[in-house]
């Protein structure tokens, strides 16, 4: 190989966005991926059956359009196309009944009746506000640019979703609706912050939208990689990184790796108490994933769920609580809250003629063993009878299969992490992108601002790296475009 800049470990969306920073800064970059295929968290497969095309790990992409880096990136001329469904969101009711959240602030909460305008309070003030705060809550913590919207904002999203749910709304479905929402925080509904994740997600419906990209979110990866070659960057498949030390000579390393796997290939390298630090790093709860090839969609009791891209499946705010207040605490609840996609109805190109492919997990403590297939779908059967009558096979994947695709995600947390109050602005430490050793930095989901498919993390890392060691020799012009005077870095 020529003289390399700077190597990333892990073509996750992190580790390609932090290569294409440095790329566009540059630098010559070459990205080591461990596993055959490149993406890690967003990959597509034939999971189940020939033709059927399944999300590996990510499926459904509010924060990828959002990505104030990935905006200004030309993705769609490298074939990544964004496809909306006609609902973001589907809840239903045990009475075949369901809630929907549509992409229209104004159509969701005329749908809402006696909650409507709370929603609108909430949620709506969320969206209005969004273009200020997109800044702070996609990125690390610095001095905000709009600190009465980011007070407005931080004085609800700090709360529990339990608190903020049965406080705003007076319809127990609404409740419901808005803790199927936050229980994607992977927290306990009555942990603080998870109101946050409950607002940001719900305003999201409103902003760029729930969307899913057309032949699955590999199509994601393959725009960054293109885009990435464009700029002379490079990316090695099946090259598992074991130590730092058999790495080509390069000024600068970025690793889209979590505490547990930086400290396997760079462990040795680090002050005790850095070491210390990252091995005290906490891992959360994890997923239990099915994927399903379906002969015919899903038979929704609710027929109005076959508009929505994405399925909230738990019925009452208690049973969600529950659920998510077992896995925390190292138990299975019997009915699990299950998160499910149904990309298909939108994307008939994933699935041969008039078939079918569905995701879905539930969350479970990590590393669990146990076998949550029964239980997920008795929940599906619970809302649309007839569901296994149309299933034509399934992949299965344990915390540990999810672990094994991808060494980031101990003990299957997607999350690379819980992400509460502790973790949440300083991960994995309080130097967040930077580590102590000068040139070595961390890009991945385990730093601001975490968990999602939106390249933020990579972005700020990258950000970082040229300041610290390639501004003076490149001179300000190579900067990236996105505006960095925010960045805190
Ligand atoms: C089941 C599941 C569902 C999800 N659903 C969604 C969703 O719908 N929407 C969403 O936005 N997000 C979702 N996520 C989360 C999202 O996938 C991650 O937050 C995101 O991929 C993190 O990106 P990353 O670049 O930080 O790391 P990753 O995507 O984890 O990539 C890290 C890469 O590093 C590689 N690697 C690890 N060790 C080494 C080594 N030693 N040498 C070389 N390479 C190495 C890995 O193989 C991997 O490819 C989901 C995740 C999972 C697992």
């Not at 902003?207 to 979110?217: A, D, E, K, L, Q």
């Not at 299957?412 to 930095?441: C, N």
């Amino acid at each position: 190989m020529s003289q390399i800049d700077a190597i990333v470990i892990g073509s996750g969306p992190n580790g390609l966005s932090a290569a294409i920073v440095l790329a566009q800064a540059g630098c010559k970059v070459v990205v080591f991926e461990a596993e055959k295929t490149i993406g890690g968290g967003a990959r597509s497969a034939e999971l189940t059956l020939p033709g059927f095309v399944h999300d590996v790990c990510s499926a459904v992409h509010p924060f990828a359009v959002a990505s104030p880096f990935w905006r200004t990136l030309p993705l769609a001329a490298r074939g990544l196309e964004w496809i909306e469904p006609p609902a973001m969101i589907g809840h239903p009711f045990d009475d075949s009944s369901a809630i929907l959240i549509e992409r229209s602030l104004d159509a969701t909460v005329a749908a809402l009746g006696r909650d409507g305008q709370a929603y609108l309070n909430i949620i709506g003030t969320v969206v209005e506000d969004w273009p200020r705060l997109e800044r702070a809550v996609l990125g690390p913590v610095t001095l905000p640019r709009h600190p009465f919207a980011l007070a407005r904002f931080g004085l609800s999203a700090l709360r529990s979703a339990e608190r903020l749910a049965k406080s705003a709304f007076k319809e127990e479905r609404t409740r419901a609706m808005f803790a199927g929402i936050a229980a994607h925080a992977l927290m306990p509904l009555d942990h603080a912050l998870t109101a946050g994740v409950g607002l940001t997600l719900g305003a999201m419906c409103h902003v760029p939208g729930w969307p899913i990209p057309r032949g699955g979110s590999q199509r994601i990866t393959d725009a960054l990689v293109a885009h990435l070659q464009s700029l002379g960057g490079e990316v090695v498949a099946d090259a598992r990184v074991k130590s730092i030390d058999k790495l080509p000579p390069a000024k600068a390393i970025l690793c889209d790796l979590s505490p547990k796997p930086l400290l396997a290939v760079a462990g040795h390298t680090f002050p005790k108490a850095y070491r210390q630090k990252l091995e005290r790093y906490r891992y959360g709860m994890g997923a239990f994933k099915v994927d399903w090839a379906l002969a015919a969609p899903i038979p929704w009791r609710a027929d109005e769920c076959r508009r929505a891209g994405t399925v909230h499946l738990g019925g009452s705010l208690k049973e969600i609580a529950d659920s998510e207040k077992a896995a925390w605490e190292g138990r299975v609840s019997d009915r699990p809250y299950v998160l499910l996609s149904q990309p298909t109805l939108f994307d008939p190109s994933r699935a041969p003629v008039g078939k079918h492919v569905v995701w879905g997990y539930c969350h479970v403590p990590g590393g669990s063993t146990v076998n949550m297939l029964d239980r997920i779908e008795r929940q599906i059967e619970r809302f649309a009878p007839g569901f296994r009558d149309r299933v034509l096979a399934r992949s299965v994947m344990t915390p540990a299969d999810i672990e094994s695709h991808n060494a980031n995600l101990v003990g299957g947390d997607i999350a690379s992490g819980v992400p509460d109050l502790r973790q949440f602005f300083t991960r994995p430490t309080r130097s967040t992108y930077s580590t102590p050793v000068k040139g070595l930095y961390i890009c991945s989901a385990a730093t601001p601002p975490g968990v999602g498919v939106h390249g933020m993390c990579g972005y700020f890392a990258a950000q970082r790296a040229i300041k610290d060691l390639f501004r003076e020799s490149m001179g300000d012009g190579r900067k990236s475009q996105v505006d960095s005077r925010e960045d805190g870095v």
